[in-house]
């Protein structure tokens, strides 16, 4: 690894954009799989939204079970070619070939179809995103050029999704055709772009371990990680609180605001990812400024501010909705890259305790928190939607069936947003506390060489 960024130098721009740049295909596939992919079964395909949301449910559990394995497995890597890159690898086929049977289905695909593939695509995602997030951990051990590397990754999604977007504009809203398109761009893209991160962005060399360490041992000490505890529950909550408006997106548009056109829908996306863009240096700043955590926590107090007003919103008032699009869109870049960044922070303290890397497995459960409350919002959403009488393939529904869906949308994700402030609230890493860590670690390090 270079020398000046091993030892908390500034990373140069050129390893931030091949590293980043990974994450764009990953994004590109990420939002038809979460917001197309559930209304498109359930509406399109007929499934229906209580075996749409039953299918989804069962995948993320399965994500409970290869999730730590895979982490564990990663951080006991260590070959020739490094400890993260060969799950990279291994990943990219299974997850390609995963999501051509999800985005292209048969006419005949259910809620079978559904489950199978949905749990084989989530085990490449989770060989592929998993190794990235780890090895993002492992670039630089500073406070402020870690959240530069999450930045990055964060940046190049978001650039991910508005050309998604772009492609529903380009279909004009058709869910299907997009699909299909976004399949043939993904197939072309994530293999090169991984080739391009493992040539040029080096593997943190695995560290020898010291004394014995059993799996007891290694259980009490993270259960012990206070700091960690804090965050993912954090994480977790607000997971849940984007994970609702993203699988009712849709829904919402088509049956609450009715738009005059189908183009709306892509138009809203895309004025949503972009204002994420535009913001992304300014949550940086913040950070820099305000520390990590303080910084997401007013992130989320502007979302919660800005949506609690889309329950008001009814028949024709696209353009209050797009101005609601605008303001909620600039916390996008903060919170996704943020929490990331705080991990890697988190991890440090784990291994001044443990003696050991272990960031696969923090990144494992990091990734489950996030899948389980995407899954959670939509076992929650779907199977409540259909308690109200609220139906997906009629022309209109009734009042309560759209407030229901509206409050679901907009006022659940609210009380989640404030649950998460209130737990993540006194986070006590910053970035003197991070420099002492990382001192004690170095200080280590040096006295066994």
């Keep these: 690894m270079n020398e000046s960024v091993a030892q908390g130098g500034r990373v140069p721009w050129s390893m931030l954009t091949a590293f980043g740049l990974l994450g764009l295909p990953m994004a590109a596939q990420q939002l038809p799989l979460f917001v197309f992919l559930p209304p498109y079964y359930a509406q399109d395909l007929g499934v229906g939204l209580t075996a749409v949301g039953a299918a989804l449910l069962g995948a993320r559990l399965w994500d409970m079970v290869t999730d730590p394995l895979v982490g564990w497995l990663s951080d006991r890597g260590g ?33 079978l179809h559904l489950l199978i593939w949905t749990m084989v695509a989530y085990l490449g995602g989770t060989l592929l995103v998993l190794a990235h997030q780890a090895w993002g951990a492992e670039i630089s051990p500073d406070y402020h050029q870690r959240s530069r590397i999450a930045m990055s990754r964060e940046l190049f999604m978001v650039i991910g999704t508005v050309l998604t977007v772009g492609l529903l504009m380009v279909t004009r809203g058709d869910v299907g055709e997009t699909m299909r ?25 695995a560290r020898r371990a010291t004394g014995s360490f059993s799996l007891r041992q290694g259980f009490r000490l993270l259960v012990g990680n206070k700091p960690f505890g804090r965050l993912i529950g954090a994480y977790f909550l607000n997971g849940v609180a984007n994970g609702l408006p993203a699988s009712l997106f849709l829904l919402f548009i088509g049956h609450v605001l009715r738009p005059e056109s189908e183009v709306w829908q892509a138009v809203l996306l895309l004025t949503y990812f972009l204002s994420a863009v535009a913001a992304v240096p300014i949550w940086l ?9 303080r910084t997401w926590i007013f992130s989320i107090v502007w979302a919660c501010l800005v949506f609690v007003w889309v329950p008001f919103l009814g028949e024709g008032d696209v353009w209050w909705f797009l101005l609601i699009t605008v303001l909620s869109g600039v916390s996008l870049g903060a919170d ?23 960031a696969g497995l923090y990144f494992a459960l990091w990734g489950m928190a996030n899948k389980l409350s995407l899954a959670l919002a939509a076992g929650l959403a779907f199977p409540l939607l259909d308690l109200f009488g609220f139906d997906p393939q009629a022309e209109v529904n009734d ?30 890493i910053g970035p003197q506390t991070q420099a002492r860590i990382q001192r004690l670690i170095q200080r280590r390090e040096l006295q066994r060489t």
Excluded: C, N
């Excluded at 990331?340 to 303290?349: G, K, R, T, Y």
């Excluded at 869906?405 to 993540?424: E, M, R």
């Design 285 to 293: 700043r913040l950070s820099y400024r305000f520390g990590k955590h």
């Design 336 to 358: 996704q890259a943020l929490p990331s960044s705080m991990q890697a922070d988190v991890i440090d303290l784990d291994r001044l305790k443990s003696r050991r890397q272990r």
């Design 399 to 428: 009042a309560s069936a759209l407030f229901a869906l509206a409050a679901l949308y907009a006022l659940l994700p609210v009380a989640f947003k404030l649950a998460s402030i209130w737990t993540v609230a006194g986070f006590p």
């Design 181 to 205: 398109l976004i399949a043939w761009g993904f197939t072309l893209t994530l293999p090169l772009f991984v080739a391009l991160a493992l040539w040029r962005v080096p593997d943190a060399p």
């Design 79 to 111: 070959s020739r070619f490094g400890r993260r890159k060969p799950f990279i690898l291994a990943g990219t086929p299974i997850l390609v070939v995963s999501i051509w049977f999800l985005f292209d289905p048969p006419e005949d695909a259910g809620a």
